[in-house]
């Protein structure tokens, strides 16, 4: 936001779009909403983003971890359930203080459900 000409409550405003829309905002809503260009509602879509993103790496799981598997997507037409589900994999990590509290979550698409991605997973979360 630092030497943009673009008004600080209009950063503001975007900030809270995109954090209030379980969905996100796109450019072109931004556009719309807040009475800017295109190249300029993009432009602070990527680094609203970008800057979630680098918030997420401060938060990194510890102590006790607790880890589980989810299947996100559409349910297909006589499809298999659970682990041979065609729906996209997705693994969650909990990770509670010494009274068993939560404190962070990460969750990550995941390629499959087994040993290998699991490890690959908690390392990245963790930063082991």
Same mark, same amino acid.
Do not use: C
């Given at each position: ?45 990527? %680094? ?38 065609? %729906? ?41």
């Amino acid at each position: 936001m630092q030497g943009t000409r673009t008004p600080l409550l209009k950063w503001f405003w975007a900030i809270f779009l995109m954090a209030h829309d379980k969905r996100g905002v796109s450019g072109e809503t931004l556009q719309r909403e807040l009475e800017l260009t295109r190249f300029r509602a993009t432009l602070m879509e990527q %680094k609203i983003r970008h800057a979630m993103g680098q918030r997420d790496e401060n938060y990194l799981l510890s102590g006790l971890v607790e880890l589980d598997e989810g299947f996100f997507g559409a349910p297909t037409e006589g499809g298999r359930r659970g682990r041979g589900t065609d %729906k996209t994999p997705v693994m969650t990590g909990l990770s509670l203080d010494e009274l068993g509290r939560p404190g962070y979550i990460h969750m990550q698409v995941i390629d499959s459900v087994n040993g290998d991605a699991v490890e690959k997973t908690v390392s990245i979360a963790s930063n082991t």
